[in-house]
């Protein structure tokens, strides 16, 4: 009789135990990275090519969570998803600059969410013969006054620029930080960082510039007055040519949209996901950067 209690003792704990692990695995899910959400809907994210990479993984991952949510993503430019989630055809604007910077863009309706931050590199197809250039040189071959590889160490090649179309942001940031202002020489553009990509590769003599996240080993990166185009660079602000990845809503995100975007700033995505799809997450950063490309220390 006595063993027969014990038994049934140590079966009741046991199930205690069970019970408890349980709700502390849904206690930490609850304040860790689970992405689970009541919500239902359909969520649709335009613009920055930049961003759409990390947009769509992340997209999917979410929704493996959330049966009841559908979530389209799609390019454009940053231009195209400002203008477009400021309309109200689309949930979400995503962007490589700030809306206050954009012309027609009523900043003042829209609510930013930094997700990422994402270095630009400047790149030329493999056999233009360099490895690093200066700023002031990188400035002369975009604006038209350096056209052969020789003139900056080289080979004896004409070089072909290619530029990103009117709109994108990427395009915005490669020219604040580069051309301060000057004219960009005329030349072919292309809307897409992996249009851009696929063109510098297969173009002798080509250059562009490009996300970190479309660098391979198809284009080579371009040094900048000996400092490479890396992560750590970049969060000290060592290497220049960066910026924040926007998802814009107007105004506060509700509901499905609101879970997403909480998503976007949990552990899977900023711990995980960005690094392995080559952008640095927003709480890596040792220095910030407003509307008007002033860089201070991270707060």
């Not at 014990?6 to 046991?14: A, H």
């Not at 371009?222 to 990845?245: C, F, G, M, Q, R």
């Amino acid at each position: 009789m006595k063993k027969r209690n014990i038994f049934s003792t140590l079966l009741m704990l046991g199930a205690v135990g069970a019970v408890l692990t349980g709700c502390g695995s849904n206690s930490a899910s609850s304040n860790g990275s689970s992405s689970a959400s009541d919500h239902a809907g359909k969520i649709t994210a335009v613009g920055s090519t930049a961003l759409q990479p990390l947009v769509e993984k992340a997209a999917g991952q979410f929704q493996n969570d959330n049966k009841k949510i559908n979530i389209t993503v799609q390019g454009g430019g940053s231009g195209t998803g400002l203008s477009q989630v400021q309309d109200g055809a689309v949930a979400i604007g995503n962007s490589d600059i700030f809306a206050e910077s954009k012309p027609g863009i009523d900043s003042s309706k829209l609510v930013d969410h930094k997700v990422a931050v994402v270095g630009m590199a400047p790149v030329v197809n493999k056999d233009a013969g360099v490895d690093n250039i200066t700023m002031a040189q990188l400035k002369d071959i975009f604006t038209g006054k350096v056209t052969n590889w020789k003139e900056v160490g080289g080979k004896d090649e004409k070089i072909t620029v290619v530029n990103r179309a009117e709109g994108s942001g990427t395009r915005a940031t490669f020219e604040d930080a580069v051309l301060s202002g000057a004219k960009a020489v005329k030349s072919q553009e292309q809307d897409s960082n992996g249009t851009v990509q696929k063109i510098v590769s297969s173009t002798p003599g080509a250059i562009s510039y490009l996300a970190f996240s479309y660098l391979n080993d198809s284009v080579k990166p371009l040094s900048i007055d000996k400092v490479k185009p890396t992560d750590a660079n970049v969060e000290n602000n060592k290497w220049k040519i960066w910026s924040y990845e926007h998802m814009y809503t107007k105004g506060k995100a509700k509901t499905a949209t609101a879970d997403f975007l909480k998503y976007m700033n949990s552990k899977d995505v900023q711990d995980s996901l960005v690094k392995k799809m080559g952008y640095i997450s927003i709480h890596n950063m040792k220095v910030q950067k407003d509307a008007k490309g002033n860089v201070t220390d991270a707060k």
